[in-house]
């Protein structure tokens, strides 16, 4: 094994995770190009299942997990907010509504930036707020693209449904209506990084009375416009 550490398992951790680089493979695929032992191969990948660091495609072959693109987008978090102040600032602006900026942690999402509206009645979600995965046009968003098993679970007890996602898949972005908090709608987006995995949604929110029961019709494509922008920045080499 090439590039050893000293460190045998880590070894052993780092060189099927390479073989994964790409793409899917069989038990006996890692065994042949690892060289080690199938029991131990089996042993590893099993364990690196448990940690999603691998997952299993419909065949039953081991991939990359998505704990990989979890870790790759909090390493990109420092650029995705230095490129979040004036996109939001810009989206406020154009839309005349708040701005929000959302990341998933586990089962809830947090508000990472944001640029308020100036005068008026608004929509207030301070920074560093924690916010249900169960309501909102963000939560849909970050819960859309989601692997099957776990956008399955994010939908028990949800206000909205697999077809309201499938739709959110299809449109490219999602809008909700007095769902997380009453007289407040939204239109959200997602932000993607790196590997095409959503790793943020862009928010607009304000009262039902401004932005209607149908607030996607006039903010959708600011709001996806953002979300490209913010995309954009997390893929610059």
């Known amino acids: 094994m090439e590039n050893t550490s000293g460190v045998g398992v880590l070894d052993k951790i780092t060189s099927i995770l390479g073989i994964l680089e790409a793409g899917p493979a069989t038990l006996g ?65 154009l839309t005349g509504e708040s701005a929000q900026l959302y990341r998933r942690q586990g089962e809830v999402r947090i508000c990472v930036a944001s640029a308020e509206r100036l005068s008026g009645l608004r929509d207030t979600v301070p920074v560093g707020v924690t916010l249900p995965m169960k309501v909102g046009s963000a939560a849909q968003v970050l819960l859309a693209w989601e692997e099957p098993e776990r956008l399955h679970r994010g939908l028990q007890g949800a206000r909205f449904t697999a077809t309201a996602l499938s739709g959110v898949r299809r449109r490219g972005w999602a809008q909700s209506v007095g769902e997380r908090e009453l007289g407040v709608a939204s239109v959200s987006a997602p932000v993607r990084g790196q590997s095409n995995r959503v790793v943020a949604a862009v928010s607009v929110s304000g009262p039902i009375e401004r932005l209607t029961r149908h607030p996607g019709a006039t903010l959708s494509q600011a709001v996806v416009e953002a979300a490209h922008r913010l995309t954009e920045a997390l893929r610059q080499p």
């Open 29 to 93: 695929g890692l065994v042949a190009a690892t060289g080690m032992a199938r029991p131990t191969a089996h042993r590893l990948a099993v364990a690196m299942e448990h940690h999603r660091l691998v997952s299993r495609d419909m065949q039953g072959r081991f991939m990359l997990g998505p704990r990989l693109g979890e870790l790759s987008s909090a390493a990109g978090e420092d650029r995705l907010l230095a490129a979040a102040g004036s996109v939001l600032t810009q989206l406020r602006d």
